[in-house]
């Protein structure tokens, strides 16, 4: 079983629907930045490195699609950012052959209207 833990504490956001809004995000070869702002105007920019797997979806059909627990842990997540451990996309993702299985990490982001899915070796948040 899958087990998520929240990373909010450094986007402060809680785990709210309008507590974060996705401004942009962007991909660069193996780089992917994502733009979030918090409803009290403070941006941040999260930088997924050695991303492998980034999948995003419009939030409420990925809630009409996740409930039924098909790919994604939907019913463990706790906040709007964080990284889930033992996840079924995890344990079905197959990396290239020059890539270590065990560098890789899923990466969560719930914003007002978005939810991501990252595979990635790293993630760093700036405030910008």
């Known amino acids: 079983m899958a087990r998520f833990v929240a990373h909010d504490e450094y986007l402060q956001a809680g ?3 309008d507590s974060l ?3 942009e995000a962007k991909r660069r070869g193996s780089r992917l930045e994502i733009i979030v ?3 009290d105007d403070t941006k941040f920019c999260l930088i997924f490195k050695g991303m492998l797997f980034s999948c995003c979806a419009e939030l409420d059909s990925f809630e009409r699609t ?3 627990d098909y790919l994604f ?3 463990c ?3 709007n950012f964080g990284e889930l451990f033992d996840s079924r996309l995890m344990s079905s993702f197959l990396p290239r052959s020059d890539v270590d ?7 969560f982001l719930a914003t007002y209207d978005d939810i991501f899915n990252i595979i990635a070796e ?3 948040i700036e405030a910008i």
């Open 15 to 17: 785990f709210a629907r």
């Open 21 to 23: 809004f996705l401004v």
């Open 37 to 39: 702002e918090r409803n």
């Open 66 to 68: 996740a409930g039924n």
């Open 73 to 75: 842990d939907w019913n």
């Open 77 to 79: 997540i706790t906040g």
């Open 101 to 107: 299985p065990e560098s890789c990490h899923h990466y």
């Open 122 to 124: 790293s993630v760093s």
